[in-house]
């Protein structure tokens, strides 16, 4: 059967298979050199998008625009894919593995950045996590809530019980990278929130058990989504993190931070305080690194205690007195959070392994607000 016999309904069959690996739908229409070129156009455009966001000296608004001309080069790609063809065993055999290693490792650009959400208040304000704000007022119309969410990255949530009922599970329904997502589950009603299941039991006082009447209040107020940033994950290959520098780590193998079960071990965000052989102590709000008052921008705003920032508090199992001293091992970094007060970080557990580093922070994307490079 010829590829002109086949029935237009299997067009979307190329649309399907170039989701997966960009230009085989063309592969598939017999048009090689073309679905080619375009694999290769969009490889080379997502190195350069993520380069764009790792180079701190180019302005966030045109990186931001560079990505949405590089989305708009897949809707065409993906439209060019609408065409007939044959999907042969040679073709499927040269799919399959191209496809799990699009899955796998994602666009060529995410070997250089990825993307990553803020999931709580550690490093704020400097970088700004998932936050609740409960409060009694109606909520917003929806032009208010479409600017709001856009601009500061606020979801406005009100939730009321249509009927008599009673809570029996809040569960996680997360669409990553923007959406962090509950579902509240009674006995004859369900809702979907926008907000994770902790945030909804410690703000909004939801929880397994509760019971509300209808038209009660369940949960009202706004969430902050938290910031999303870009991780340059090609720093380090060039020289290992400084002090100050806002890192990415793997929490794996860290004792006292306790793996997901489904999820594995959490990625933190901290920044730097000590490098291999440095000596640190906290004499709040000071922190001193070998002697002296840290320098550099990131501490003296920590420091400094104003605008949102209350200085260094004392630790726990380390730098627990103004007498404390610790030194930084080799191949290993003592990280802080800049909310120093409400930040589980090497204070309490100990030095991050230098091979759990996983990047550092480039840029934040979104909320518009808030886009530039953090420092």
Not at 212 to 231: C, H, K, M, P, S
Not at 292 to 298: I, Q
Not at 307 to 317: F, I, L, N, P, Q
Request: hydrophobic fraction near 45%; glycine fraction near 10%.
């Amino acid at each position: 059967m010829s590829s002109q016999t086949v029935p237009k309904r299997r067009r979307w069959l190329g649309v399907l298979l170039s989701l997966f690996v960009p230009g085989f739908g063309l592969v598939r229409a017999g048009l090689i050199r073309r679905g080619i070129v375009w694999f290769v156009a969009l490889q080379l455009a997502s190195i350069s998008v993520a380069l764009l966001y790792i180079w701190t000296s180019v302005p966030t608004w045109a990186a931001i625009a560079a990505t949405l001309l590089f989305w708009g080069a897949e809707l065409v790609m993906l439209g060019d894919s609408f065409r007939p063809g044959r999907l042969t065993i040679p073709l499927v055999l040269i799919f399959a593995p191209l496809a799990v290693i699009s899955v796998v490792f994602g666009a060529a650009g995410h070997i250089i950045a990825r993307p990553f959400k803020i999931p709580t208040g550690a490093m704020q304000p400097t970088l700004r996590g998932v936050v609740a704000y409960p409060n009694d007022l109606p909520r917003p119309g929806l032009l208010n809530r479409t600017t709001d969410l856009v601009l500061n990255g606020r979801h406005h949530i009100e939730v009321v019980s249509k009927e008599d009922d009673q809570v029996i599970q809040l569960q996680p329904a997360n669409f990553r990278p923007l959406l962090t997502l509950s579902r509240i589950r009674c006995r004859h009603q369900q809702f979907l929130v926008w907000a994770p299941p902790d945030l909804l039991q410690m703000s909004f006082n939801v929880y397994r058990g509760r019971s509300y009447g209808r038209g009660e209040v369940i949960a009202r107020g706004a969430v902050d989504a938290g910031d999303q940033i870009f991780v340059d994950k090609l720093i380090y290959k060039i020289h290992p993190p400084r002090r100050g520098d806002l890192v990415v780590f793997s929490t794996a193998g860290i004792a006292g931070i306790p793996a997901d079960p489904v999820a594995g071990p959490p990625l933190y965000v901290k920044r730097v305080a000590g490098i291999p052989g440095d000596k640190l102590r906290i004499d709040p709000p000071l922190l001193y690194i070998n002697g002296k008052p840290a320098e550099g921008e990131g501490f003296s705003r920590v420091m400094g205690a104003k605008d949102g920032y209350r200085g260094y508090a004392a630790g726990r199992e380390y730098l627990a007195t103004p007498d404390d001293e610790f030194r930084v091992p080799d191949n290993s970094y003592f990280v802080l959070g800049d909310n120093s007060y409400n930040s589980y970080d090497s204070r309490y557990w100990g030095c991050v392994p230098a091979a759990n580093v996983y990047g550092r922070v480039s840029r934040v994307y979104f909320p518009l607000s808030r886009a530039g490079v953090p420092r």
